[in-house]
């Protein structure tokens, strides 16, 4: 047996080689010359990136004929990273044999990964120490199962400013609804938010039909924002459809006048796969329909006409949006599926396809002459772009779960310095409000804390963009005093500035 894989092993290194080599922009210093080739029978669905650019995934691997969930981190250079649970690999095994799937996947500030998902019937949510070990102060020995009339399944997880968890899915119970739970920071249900923790929209009434809902956000405001696809009649006309709750959980009135906007996509099938928030607070939904289909809605919930064709593009290249994600400069990277190859398109911030990207604004290819399909992006500090997927074989099961990583220089995108003097923090002393300006108009993202003179940790903001702009925080409330502030890129570079509280 150990010699079979070692013989596949090494024909999958050569055929991985003899790829890189055919594709121009991959990072030759990750992995085999930008190619990640896993040898179990597997795929990645959900990648995201430490702030020391280490890169965790989602996936099922096939164990012993039965499908698995796995979590797996990688070093920088795109090796497997030995110190991460069980030489890199958390297999989730729940007690007495349960079946459990994770497919979401959510860092929280302090390095701790929550993963989401379900068992057969119930809500399954784990959380892992930085070391990728089961949290022992998270639910019960890390692991929260949650049952609620039906069957559930989390599809998406965010965690809110307060460390308060929210999650997005479908209940059954039995027509389809739409499921959004909050926890507290340890798994435990918020009662606080709708009924014991819970709110659902099922629309059985018969506006709309078939509710799914993949993703999840929380705004600064408090407020939650959810992807979703509704069908608003039984013959069809499938809608991608953001809804804005407010933090109890009930329906945002201000938002489209009843906490939910949608469109009609067109196509006889449609279905929103990934959402992402703007800076500016406006919603962008990607799926598919006949084509690749990208959506952005302003903050009030209309279609925003200044984004592609009445606030919808369409790529008719590609036929899935199965992932979305914005860069630093509020370019959108969607990668999907074309034919039997995978594809990446840039767009603009007004929706029109970025031609400096790839050839003609987009990158296609296919991985061991196999159908392949990207899940996942995430886009380094530097500008490098990984992406994650899957290669399936001649009966559709999954095959080779892969990493690829491009070059910012093939893809157009610039790398954007870190320079403590960008920053202006006034006014120092300060009363009532810290301002953080950064009047540089290269954009740049950073993590903010505030610190009191015993190391205590008072404030924490993640994933902060600054372009020309600035960050207000309140310290009224703060004894008077010295306290420090350190802004950290994604690089893991720090700088650190001190103000007096009055």
Request: net charge neutral.
């Amino acid at each position: 047996m150990k010699r079979r894989l070692l013989i596949l092993f090494v024909l999958l290194l050569c055929a991985v080689t003899m790829y890189a080599q055919s594709l121009v922009g991959l990072d030759p210093t990750f992995a085999n010359n930008g190619v990640y080739l896993g040898v179990d029978t597997s795929s990645f669905a959900k990648i995201t990136m430490q702030p020391n650019q280490k890169i965790i995934t989602t996936g099922l691997t096939l164990q012993n004929w039965n499908y698995q969930s796995i979590v797996r981190r990688f070093n920088t250079n795109g090796t497997i990273d030995n110190a991460f649970a069980n030489n890199g690999y958390f297999i989730v095994n729940l007690p007495g044999g349960i079946f459990g799937n994770v497919i979401p996947i959510c860092l929280q500030p302090d390095g701790r990964i929550l993963l989401g998902g379900g068992t057969t019937k119930d809500l399954l949510l784990i959380r892992l120490k930085t070391d990728g070990n089961l949290d022992s102060s998270f639910g019960n020995n890390g692991i929260k199962i949650t049952g609620y009339p039906g069957t559930e399944y989390i599809n998406s997880i965010a965690l809110q400013p307060d460390g308060k968890i929210v999650s997005v899915g479908i209940r059954q119970t039995p027509e389809d609804a739409i499921q959004v739970v909050r926890y507290l920071p340890d798994g435990s249900l918020d009662s606080s938010f709708g009924n014991n923790g819970e709110v659902y929209y099922d629309w059985t009434w018969g506006v709309f039909h078939y509710p799914t809902a993949n993703d999840i956000a929380v705004l600064s405001n408090g407020k939650i924002v959810v992807g979703a696809t509704t069908q608003i009649d039984a013959n069809g006309k499938y809608c991608f459809t953001a809804l804005r709750l407010l933090p109890n959980g009930s329906l945002d009135t201000s938002f489209n006048h009843s906490g939910m906007a949608y469109t009609d996509i067109g196509g006889w099938l449609a279905y929103c796969k990934a959402m992402q928030l703007q800076l500016d607070g406006k919603i962008l939904l990607a799926g598919y329909s006949d084509s690749i289909t990208v959506v952005r809605f302003d903050t009030t919930g209309k279609l925003d006409n200044s984004f592609g064709t009445g606030g919808m593009v369409k790529l008719s290249q590609g036929k899935g949006g199965n992932t979305l994600t914005l860069q630093l400069d509020g370019k959108a990277l969607v990668g999907g599926e074309a034919n039997t190859d995978f594809i990446i398109y840039r767009l603009m911030p007004d929706g029109s396809i970025d031609a400096s990207f790839g050839t003609n604004g987009y990158i296609q290819n296919k991985i061991l002459n196999k159908e392949t399909q990207v899940n996942g992006i995430v886009v380094q500090s530097d500008g490098k772009i990984v992406m994650s997927g899957g290669t399936l074989d001649s009966t559709n099961y999954y095959a080779h779960p892969f990493l690829l990583r491009y070059l910012p220089k093939a893809t157009g995108v610039k790398e954007i310095p870190f320079n403590k003097n960008d920053f202006n923090i006034f006014p120092n002393p300060v009363n009532d409000k810290l301002t953080i300006a950064y009047p540089n108009d290269q954009g740049v993202m950073v993590d903010i804390c505030v610190y009191d003179v015993m190391g205590r940790k008072l404030v924490s903001k993640e994933s902060q963009y600054f372009k020309s702009s600035s960050v207000t925080i309140p310290v009224s409330t703060f004894a008077p005093g010295v306290y420090f502030i350190s802004i950290t890129n994604n690089k893991g570079l720090s700088e650190q500035f001190k103000f007096v509280k009055q």
